[in-house]
Antibody, heavy 120, light 108 residues
Framework: EVQLVESGGGLVQPGGSLRLSCAAS????????MHWVRQAPGKGLEYVSA????????YYANSVKGRFTISRDNSKNTLYLQMGSLRAADMAVYYC?????????????WGQGTLVTVSS | SYVLTQPPSVSVAPGKTARITCGGN??????VHWYQQKPGQAPVLVVY???DRPSGIPERFSGSNSGNTATLTMSRVEAGDEADYYC???????????FGGGTKLTVL
């Protein structure tokens, strides 16, 4: 059974940093592109970042480029999102999602999300 | 950047057909994917590549895409279909995924 479990969310002050993790199981993690998508309270889905299966290619929404870094450790079946210079607008539930062999393949499995709260 | 436009809400009576549109410039040239999200839950892929269904998704869910509009159609709507629905495309010009703003489906 495919499982994606996010962790690392919490309360952080504006300007602070946080690292999210997504532990994957039930599939060959190293052969899938992975993604982060966020959802602000009461709002719609927003693509955040994507990474190719081998980690060689990364993609970022303009709203987070230069502040967030996506990475993966295929030996640990884990996806990461390092978030810096956090703003109130970054407050959201962050989901990790499984893509396909290519980054441009839709997301067939999602985690349950981890909440990031940015507040002083 | 590429923009997808969805109606904020659609209402339908049980047993009837609901249609949710997703507008975008020449969207017919792209592959459109649709997600269902119920309150407090993660999104679920219900249609991919315009009209294909993942395993486990009822045949009542179908999709089409042409010109500047893609459509998610749900026939014989049930109370359990009440959810938010999002369209999605890959914008190859910017190498970004793009989501529509979402449509809240209400079953009357």
């Amino acid at each position: 059974e495919v499982q994606l479990v996010e962790s690392g969310g919490g309360l952080v002050q504006p300007g602070g940093s946080l690292r999210l993790s997504c532990a994957a199981s039930g599939f060959t993690f190293s052969t899938y592109a992975m993604h982060w998508v966020r959802q602000a309270p009461g709002k719609g889905l927003e693509y955040v970042s994507a990474i190719s299966s081998n980690g060689g290619s990364t993609y970022y929404a303009n709203s987070v480029k230069g502040r967030f870094t996506i990475s993966r450790d295929n030996s640990k079946n884990t996806l990461y999102l390092q978030m810096g210079s956090l703003r109130a607008a970054d407050m959201a539930v962050y989901y990790c999602a499984r893509g396909g062999i290519a980054v441009a393949v839709p997301f067939d499995y999602w985690g349950q999300g981890t909440l990031v709260t940015v507040s002083s | 950047s590429y923009v997808l436009t969805q109606p904020p809400s659609v209402s339908v009576a049980p047993g009837k057909t609901a249609r949710i549109t997703c507008g975008g410039n020449n969207i017919g040239s792209k592959s459109v994917h649709w997600y269902q999200q119920k309150p407090g839950q993660a999104p679920v892929l219900v249609v991919y590549d315009d009209s294909d269904r993942p395993s486990g998704i009822p045949e009542r869910f179908s999709g089409s895409n042409s010109g500047n509009t893609a459509t998610l159609t749900m026939s014989r709507v049930e109370a359990g279909d009440e959810a938010d629905y999002y369209c999605q495309v890959w914008d190859s010009s910017s190498d970004h995924w793009v989501f529509g703003g979402g449509t809240k489906l209400t079953v009357l």
